[in-house]
């Protein structure tokens, strides 16, 4: 009887464990918006949760809202949030806007880059996760790193230049562990840029995983035939080195490489390219050392 209860008790643990997906990851929707999945929250829609302060990154700025991606959470922890009209506080004090100069105390005059303490009550399992009943933002003027931004603005760069490599494609992978963003920003980043392009399915796997995954033809061994994505293409920011330092007015630089892959015969490349961090936290404009094509 008591080597009943045991096993019983083994598989209760068991049916108890989060999935996870072929990187070790908890599993997380990997729909991009609009697709209505689950990111993994254990709230229902509607349902209230005890009220809770967390902090978060502040992404993206949005007409109707903020993107966000929780400190030092995991690829599920991406959240959209919208400002209430009270309770919003700048360093403690009352924060409102829409009023003149409003963001002034705020490197760059954006939101975007900020850090800021929530408190609230409900999350709406969809991804990203929609935060509600809240109570309080306190927005922080400390803290402020862009190079989400930064990233973004590399991705849409790389999507722009030689369209046809991505022309008509209905998939993307966004490759970011190379760098130095946290797993939710680099989430968070990805979802912002499929969404951009009107991507119906964004992903956050490197090559190697494409091909073992099957998202890839051509890449068996032997076969003569050329690998390819003939639904997607794979963007990849991989960091080469950074430097901590404040000088000349610059706190922090970043060398990176940047590409898109649709094929061994199709991918473009941006080499050795430096970016600054003022010493407020915001990254300026980066420069490309070469460019390449294959």
């Known amino acids: 009887m008591k080597r009943f209860f045991a096993a019983l008790l083994c598989l209760c643990l068991l049916a108890g464990c989060g999935r996870t997906d072929s990187t070790g990851n908890t599993c997380r929707a990997e729909e991009t918006p609009g697709g209505g999945d689950m990111s993994g929250k254990t709230e229902k829609p509607g349902e209230s949760a005890e009220p809770a302060g967390e902090t978060f990154r502040i992404v993206r700025e949005e007409k109707d809202g903020l993107l966000l991606a929780r400190v030092g959470g995991g690829p599920a922890d991406v959240y ?6 009270t309770g919003v506080t700048l360093d403690g004090e009352a924060f409102d806007r829409n009023e003149p100069g409003a963001y002034q105390a705020l490197p760059g005059s954006t939101l975007t880059g900020a850090l800021a303490e929530i408190t609230y009550g409900t999350v709406l399992e969809t991804y990203p996760g929609q935060l509600g009943g809240v109570t309080a933002v306190n927005i922080y003027s400390d803290g402020f790193d862009d190079r989400c931004a930064l990233y973004l603005r590399v991705l849409d760069d790389l999507w722009n230049v030689d369209g046809g490599l991505n022309g008509g494609v209905t998939s993307v992978s966004v490759d970011l562990s190379r760098t130095s963003l946290s797993e939710s920003e680099q989430a968070a980043v990805a979802w912002a840029f499929a969404g951009e392009h009107g991507i119906s399915q964004v992903l956050s796997l490197n ?19 050329i690998p390819c994505w003939e639904e997607g293409c794979l963007f990849t920011i991989a960091e080469q080195e950074s430097e901590n ?23 473009y490349f941006f080499c050795d390219c430096t970016a600054s961090q003022d010493i407020d936290g915001r990254w300026g404009d980066y420069t490309v050392g070469s460019q390449a094509i294959s």
């Open 80 to 85: 959209t949030l919208s400002l209430p009209d």
């Open 207 to 225: 090559y190697e995983q494409l091909a073992a995954e099957g998202y890839l033809t051509g890449t068996e061994p032997d076969s003569g035939n």
């Open 245 to 267: 330092h404040v000088q000349n007015g610059a706190r922090n630089t970043v060398t990176f490489d940047a590409q898109k892959w649709r094929s061994a015969l199709g991918a």
